[in-house]
């Protein structure tokens, strides 16, 4: 097969881990970008990015690239494109824009300008165009736009790789699956060890462990836009995905998440259910502060609260001491990996961090941090070690 320039986008942090992700699938001349990684392959390893890139949020195939000063530049070059090659008048579609550039300030309108051209061409030539449906189009288009460059491309996810379709409910502030998916796989969690999230919310981080250790692609639950192009392979997908259904293994660890909320705990065990791994997934009612967890080793990844109301400060660095307490005292011998966005309370842990990572949960700025619990003093841990 003929091999063509995709871009993976993904969140900020996660650049590297996607990289290994399509080295893994066999990608070549792979390039690092913000929030994005660069790569070549052909129709087999577009489909397969989508269904296995578990750090992913779209795949992107451009099919043009030019040079734009205004808006009457980016009709005119969009209309030089060939739709008919991509959608029929029958079709729908919708165009999504991303502007950094001192000559387009509007991502919205970029996008409107870009589907007047796509829509103008059809209604020129056939005297009806296509509709557009922001919600589930037949083809989804992407425009980008950096300085004067601008980038038009097909985008073969649809929605978002972080809506993996399990997830139908879930509590406040929900984990995105990507991130979930990123934290674990940056925090090294070896697969022999047993899993915690001991503050689990939706189940969003044990879920995605669960797909990790066994190795379920993480897109085998929903559907992709790329299987309403003109020349979508359904041979080709139908054996991509029996080979990769083919490689999940069997996993006999425990992956627990606990919660102080009965809602979590009922909307975790169905969430889980939706991705057919209830019988492997433990969730349990816990308060993390003052109950006692059956499985109190292994490794921990967690998500806790951040406070962002400023009259919840103070509630925030006294609860982040108390965690940090009871995850010494109780924890020991685990690794703790603590997500936050309340970065003046992540001081307050009363743990020296043995990592920090910058990542991003939608707009807030956060850390992820790793403490290892050992008993008593660093120096007393290397005793140990040397014995």
Same mark, same amino acid.
């Given at each position: 097969?003929?091999?063509?320039?995709?871009?993976? =986008?993904?969140?900020?942090?996660?650049?590297?881990?996607?990289?290994?992700?399509?080295?893994?699938?066999?990608?070549?001349?792979?390039?690092?970008?913000?929030?994005?990684?660069?790569?070549?392959?052909?129709?087999?390893?577009?489909?397969?990015?989508?269904? %296995?890139?578990?750090?992913?949020? =779209?795949?992107?195939?451009?099919?043009?690239?030019?040079?734009?000063?205004?808006?009457?530049?980016?009709?005119?070059?969009?209309?030089?494109?060939?739709?008919?090659?991509?959608? %029929?008048?029958?079709?729908?579609?919708?165009?999504?824009?991303?502007?950094?550039?001192?000559?387009?300030?509007?991502?919205?309108?970029?996008?409107?300008?870009?589907?007047?051209?796509?829509?103008?061409?059809?209604?020129?030539?056939?005297?009806?165009? /296509?509709?557009?449906?922001?919600?589930?189009?037949?083809?989804?288009?992407?425009?980008?736009?950096?300085?004067?460059?601008?980038?038009?491309?097909?985008?073969?996810?649809?929605?978002?790789?972080?809506?993996?379709?399990?997830?139908?409910?879930?509590?406040?502030?929900?984990?995105?699956?990507?991130?979930?998916?990123?934290?674990?796989?940056?925090?090294?969690?070896?697969?022999?060890?047993?899993?915690?999230?001991?503050?689990?919310?939706?189940?969003?981080?044990?879920?995605?462990?669960?797909?990790?250790?066994?190795?379920?692609? /993480?897109?085998?639950?929903?559907?992709?836009?790329?299987?309403?192009?003109?020349?979508?392979?359904?041979?080709?997908?139908?054996?991509?995905?029996?080979?990769?259904?083919?490689?999940?293994?069997?996993?006999?660890?425990?992956?627990?998440?606990?919660?102080?909320?009965?809602?979590?705990?009922?909307?975790?065990?169905?969430?889980?259910?939706?991705?057919?791994?209830?019988? %492997?997934?433990?969730?349990?009612?816990?308060?993390?502060?003052?109950?006692? /967890?059956?499985? =109190?080793?292994?490794?921990?990844?967690?998500?806790?609260?951040?406070?962002?109301?400023?009259?919840?400060?103070?509630?925030?660095?006294?609860?982040?001491?108390?965690?940090?307490?009871?995850?010494?005292?109780?924890?020991?011998?685990?690794?703790?990996?603590?997500?936050?966005?309340?970065?003046?309370?992540?001081?307050?842990?009363?743990?020296?961090?043995?990592?920090?990572?910058?990542?991003?949960?939608? /707009?807030?700025?956060?850390?992820?941090?790793?403490?290892?619990?050992?008993?008593?003093?660093?120096?007393?841990?290397?005793?140990?070690?040397?014995?």
């Amino acid at each position: 097969m003929e091999k063509f320039e995709i871009i993976a =986008k993904t969140l900020f942090g996660f650049e590297e881990i996607l990289a290994l992700e399509l080295e893994m699938l066999g990608a070549t001349d792979i390039e690092l970008l913000t929030r994005a990684v660069r790569y070549k392959g052909d129709t087999a390893l577009l489909y397969r990015s989508n269904l %296995m890139l578990r750090t992913a949020i =779209k795949v992107l195939k451009p099919i043009a690239t030019f040079t734009v000063h205004n808006d009457k530049q980016l009709y005119e070059k969009v209309r030089t494109i060939n739709w008919e090659d991509y959608l %029929m008048p029958i079709d729908t579609l919708a165009v999504d824009g991303i502007t950094h550039s001192n000559y387009f300030n509007h991502s919205k309108f970029v996008a409107l300008k870009t589907k007047d051209a796509i829509v103008d061409q059809f209604r020129d030539k056939y005297g009806k165009r /296509p509709s557009v449906n922001v919600e589930d189009p037949d083809v989804r288009i992407s425009v980008h736009i950096a300085d004067t460059t601008c980038t038009i491309s097909l985008d073969s996810s649809g929605k978002s790789l972080g809506k993996r379709g399990y997830k139908t409910s879930q509590v406040y502030a929900p984990l995105s699956e990507v991130l979930a998916a990123g934290i674990i796989m940056l925090s090294g969690w070896d697969r022999d060890t047993d899993f915690i999230d001991p503050m689990c919310g939706s189940g969003t981080i044990p879920i995605e462990a669960a797909l990790i250790a066994r190795n379920i692609p /993480p897109g085998c639950f929903r559907e992709f836009t790329f299987e309403n192009w003109n020349d979508f392979d359904e041979n080709l997908w139908e054996n991509i995905l029996e080979e990769e259904k083919s490689k999940i293994v069997d996993f006999d660890g425990n992956i627990v998440g606990y919660d102080v909320d009965p809602r979590a705990i009922e909307i975790s065990r169905a969430n889980a259910e939706r991705a057919d791994l209830d019988d %492997m997934l433990i969730f349990q009612k816990n308060n993390f502060m003052t109950g006692e /967890p059956e499985i =109190k080793q292994g490794h921990i990844v967690m998500n806790p609260p951040y406070g962002e109301r400023l009259e919840e400060d103070n509630d925030m660095l006294e609860f982040y001491g108390e965690m940090g307490t009871k995850l010494k005292h109780y924890y020991e011998g685990s690794d703790a990996w603590i997500l936050s966005a309340n970065l003046r309370a992540l001081k307050f842990v009363g743990l020296r961090p043995s990592r920090k990572i910058k990542l991003f949960n939608g /707009p807030l700025e956060c850390r992820l941090q790793k403490f290892e619990l050992y008993r008593g003093s660093k120096k007393f841990k290397k005793m140990e070690k040397d014995l």
